[in-house]
């Protein structure tokens, strides 16, 4: 192993995108600084800004909640109970401990209080649960940023998520989501402003960032996943950058500079001309009665 | 095997994007008639227009200018002698039988001759010698079909090779590229008007319909020439429809429809605005004297 850039002592991690050897300390200070230049090169959030994290109990967003709060920023987080049995009960656990540890607030919303029901009385009702388990999140995740009063929320989402499902949209072409594919995204008709500070970190890095702090967090990917395409995309990012070093990152990066703008563009508003506000809930929504809303009627004493 | 789509007897091949068995018989004349369906779809070219194919002796060129001919169109043909020795003379005489066999005109363009030297030379000098040899290849095409008085220049790219170049083009995010990747292109400032016939067709039906037609052609690829970044995104295009058949196509045409256009008016005008004519040569170029004209300099007496 070569030696760290900083101090010249023994690195203990190299990061091929940036060619980069560095010891445990200096590695950690890395991290903190590059996640505080991405904040702010996209002009994510000021430093005074109440941030909201959401967090699931894996690596990602435990890893984005305490290196914001070791830089400073005022940072809470917020949990959805999925009431996916040993899974959501463990992650729950998990998340309620860092919280404590950290400091900080720690909002839990609950599927089966909030809806009636969870994820698991879906999955007996519809094959599609995945993709549905995806909008509920993002909903009940608009909803606790604007109840609780916070401005920005943020995601996990790391360089891998994001590349590997940019290349999804590219292969299908998906120009709706290609134009709303930014690591940061103002608030606009009632949602709340949105960021993925992790967008430029592999999941390597924030694997090894974990690591050397001690986080203990949930390795288990829920159990009721089935995300099999979404892993073809994933395997050939990684393939890719085997074979062609800095490729996942460059992808990304030169899709946001260069091609964003262009799609952009032409969906911009897309989404404002076609949103309404729900009458019964009050969240924005592409119809009314909003579609949680509608769940919540169907399922009634399912 | 299934039986044939058409008649009932039994199939001779499975066309997997296409969900669909063929006899020998039905086979060749699904493959026409498709061909037509193509050039009708992009408007390419019309019955009556003077057509010349670039032949390399590969397959794809050869059947494009066999089925174009069994078609009715009036389709002569223009080989680049690269001078790769045993390579180029066999290729050489492989097209000059096939024209024969065609009972069509074959021009042959020798790079030796027009240029002073070949490819080899070039290899020794530079390492750019197989992007170079591109460049020079297209020129001479260019050059050819306006010095015979033909209207459309035909290339045998395949659906492998336009979607794995577009795939390149994505991860590299080459915009411009994009604004100009589509199956039939215009003349313009003096380039003849351009297209690629067997966009649709895959390279494993090209080579069932050779085969079916006995048409002999060179199986070796050009001996000088390191493609290994091609086939990096070639091979993905292969898993990605191994494990979601179909996506070949899908992306390639999802593309052409829905992404192209978009990014069309973005590099619309590009190539005119930068183009000059070459003060020595007449061939439009982006500067004066043209990198051809500047390379037969170059190589005088080397």
Not at 29 to 58: C, D, H, P
Request: glycine share 6%.
């Amino acid at each position: 192993m070569a030696r760290c850039r900083i101090c010249r002592q023994k690195a203990s991690i190299f990061i091929p995108h940036h060619r980069l050897p560095l010891c445990d300390e200096h590695f950690v200070s890395w991290f903190e600084n590059y996640l505080r230049r991405t904040i702010q090169k996209f002009r994510m959030f000021s430093r005074e800004a109440r941030i909201l994290v959401a967090v699931s109990g894996g690596k990602d967003s435990l890893v984005l909640w305490k290196a914001l709060v070791k830089l400073g920023y005022a940072a809470d987080g917020v949990f959805i109970d999925l009431g996916i049995e040993d899974f959501s009960f463990l992650s729950r656990r998990v998340v309620e401990d860092f919280a404590a540890t950290l400091g900080r607030k720690l909002y839990v919303v609950s599927l089966q209080k909030e809806l009636g029901f969870g994820i698991p009385a879906l999955k007996r009702r519809t094959k599609k649960y995945c993709s549905l388990c995806g909008s509920i999140k993002r909903y009940f995740l608009n909803w606790a940023t604007r109840k609780f009063h916070y401005e920005v929320l943020l995601t996990g989402h790391n360089l891998d998520d994001e590349a590997s499902a940019l290349l999804g949209n590219v292969i299908n072409w998906s120009i709706k989501y290609l134009g709303r594919k930014y690591p940061v995204l103002p608030a606009h008709s009632g949602f709340p402003q949105k960021a993925k500070p992790l967008c430029r970190f592999t999941s390597f890095e924030i694997q090894e960032y974990a690591k050397r702090q001690k986080i203990k967090y949930i390795k288990e990917s829920c159990p009721l996943s089935s995300e099999a395409k979404r892993l073809v995309f994933a395997e050939m990012m990684d393939q890719l950058e085997e074979q062609m070093p800095g490729t996942k990152l460059r992808f990304y990066l030169d899709y946001l500079r260069r091609a964003f703008p262009i799609f952009q563009e032409k969906v911009e508003d897309f989404l404002d001309h076609k949103l309404v506000t729900c009458a019964r809930c009050g969240e924005p929504a592409i119809s009314s009665p909003c579609f949680i809303c509608r769940l919540k009627e169907e399922y009634q004493g399912a």
